[in-house]
């Protein structure tokens, strides 16, 4: 069993920055895919980056390149997700997950809302 636990979400105005972090505990390692997803009301869930199996490749959505980056802390078992020039069109509650053992496994979710 892998357990994902999302802080770090609030409000912020545009051109600001926020840093997810997911905390993960459980039989997870440093191999395991981990990524982070968000969705926005009304869309469905959508990729905004990973690690992939193996650990150390990372993917990015088209609109968040260059503006997030995604990093982990092997030795805490956390990824972070630091976001910046965030816009409106990144509100959305923000999922981390986990591949371990052929299960793909969900946090919360933490809500990030960016606005005026």
């Known amino acids: 069993q892998v357990q994902l636990v999302e802080s770090g979400g609030g409000q912020v105005q545009p051109g600001g920055s926020l840093r997810l972090s997911c905390a993960a505990s459980?039989?997870?390692?440093?191999?395991?895919?981990m990524g982070w997803y968000r969705q926005a009301p009304g869309k469905q869930r959508e990729l905004v980056a990973t690690?992939?199996?193996?650990?150390?490749?990372?993917n990015y959505a088209d609109s968040v390149k260059g503006r997030f980056t995604i990093s982990r802390d092997n030795a805490k078992n956390t990824v972070y997700l630091q976001m910046n020039s965030l816009s409106p069109e990144d509100t959305a509650v923000y999922y981390c997950?986990?591949?371990?053992?052929?299960?793909?496994?969900w946090g919360q979710g933490t809500q990030v809302t960016v606005s005026s």
């Open positions: 997950n986990a591949y371990v053992g052929f299960k793909l496994y």
């Open positions: 459980g039989s997870i390692s440093s191999n395991n895919a």
């Open positions: 690690f992939t199996v193996g650990g150390s490749t990372k």
